[in-house]
Nanobody, 126 residues
Framework: LPLVESGGGSVQPGQSLKLSCTSR????????IGWFRQAPGKERREGVS?????????DYSDGVKGRFTLVRDDANNSVYLEMNSLEPEDTGVYYC???????????????????WGQGIQVTVSS
């Protein structure tokens, strides 16, 4: 897989985690980048935070606004998802995704991203 995630784990509610995504194949500063998660028992992945290269903006899902931050580190060819004040509802497998295509109508949805990592588990539980 072209993308590799790291930094997952098990934490208690209110704690923080920082997920990392890097690539040995892509220069991520050329790509739109998204973080998605698949909650337990859910079939679909939901968008958590996405950076649109078309609009030069970062979007967040309503449930994570104010708690999560997507950070691009072009010098290290990495993208991070800083997650604070974690809640049990944040539990799931988190995926980093990237897309090189120019999509003026890009949204933070899985079908707008063509390359994926293997996913990493985040568990928030007391």
């Amino acid at each position: 897989l072209p993308l590799v995630e790291s930094g997952g784990g098990s934490v208690q509610p209110g704690q923080s985690l920082k997920l990392s995504c890097t690539s040995r194949e892509f220069r991520l500063d050329y790509y739109a980048i998204g973080w998605f998660r698949q909650a337990p028992g859910k079939e679909r992945r939901e968008g958590v935070s996405c950076f649109s290269k078309e609009h030069l903006s970062t979007d967040y899902s309503d449930g994570v606004k104010g708690r999560f931050t997507l950070v691009r580190d072009d010098a290290n060819n990495s993208v991070y998802l800083e997650m604070n004040s974690l809640e049990p509802e944040d539990t799931g497998v988190y995926y980093c995704a990237a897309d090189i295509m120019w999509r003026p109508s890009r949204s933070c949805v899985p079908w707008d991203y063509g390359s994926w990592g293997q996913g990493i588990q985040v568990t928030v539980s007391s």
